[in-house]
């Protein structure tokens, strides 16, 4: 089961049709959106006690991805992002329908517009500003107008991480919040669990 841990006062905030996986590790102030996905090892961690991490509608952050926020500021994925296994980011801001490719890093501060494609392995420089419509690719990031082919990918990576977040939640398991803690709960069986506190009762209970 995945790991929903609070930390500092504050518990992740999971909308009920988001999908996190088992192994995932989501702690303290995280927001994950409607329609979101967080996949198998990714971790958010955010401990910082003023800015956290916010996972907008329709994101997913794929595999062994690290999201994390510092003093330098908060981490947002704005609605329809995705974020490529293994990569890296924080305090930094991503825009709507940005693809950011397999083991990307994105340093503090930076801002990526909306509707661009981070290649696979590019670092975008701490406070750097990349324009909308955006291809980045290199270390560090160079900066290129995306082509017609590479934006009429993004919608389409966005849209299949939604269907097979809704898949995977229909094969493992119902979730809801729980009534204690707020926590993500998980239905099986005719047993709704805790995954944050551990309370369980039958799917009959009120």
């Known amino acids: ?22 192994t995932a590790v989501v702690i303290g102030d995280v927001v994950v959106g409607a329609s979101a996905s967080v996949w198998f090892g990714a971790v958010l961690r955010g401990d910082h006690s003023e800015n956290g991490i916010r996972i907008g509608a329709r994101s997913n952050v794929q595999e062994n991805s690290v999201v994390h926020t510092s003093e330098q500021g908060p981490t947002v994925l704005e609605e329809g992002v995705t974020v490529g296994h293994g990569a890296l980011m924080e305090s930094c801001r991503i825009g709507t329908r940005t693809v950011v490719g397999m083991g990307a890093v994105i340093l503090q501060r930076a801002e990526v517009g909306g509707r661009c494609v981070l290649a696979a392995g590019a670092v ?12 980045v690719a290199g270390v560090p990031g160079r900066v ?63």
């Not at 995945?2 to 996986?21: D, E, M, Y």
């Not at 809704?166 to 119902?174: C, D, N, P, T, V």
């Not at 998980?186 to 047993?191: D, F, G, S």
């Open 1 to 22: 089961m995945a790991w929903i841990i609070p930390f500092g006062g504050r518990s992740p905030r999971i909308a009920k049709s988001a999908f996190v996986a088992p």
């Open 124 to 135: 975008v420089k701490e406070g750097a500003t990349i324009p909308p419509g955006s291809m």
């Open 144 to 206: 290129r107008a995306l082509s017609e082919a590479a934006a009429g990918w993004i919608d389409r990576s966005a849209e299949h991480y939604v269907e097979l977040g809704q898949k995977f939640s229909a094969e493992l398991g119902r979730r809801g919040l729980c009534e204690l803690c707020g926590g993500a709960t998980l239905e099986r069986h005719c047993k709704v669990t805790c995954l944050n506190c551990g309370y369980q009762r039958d799917c009959s209970d009120p």
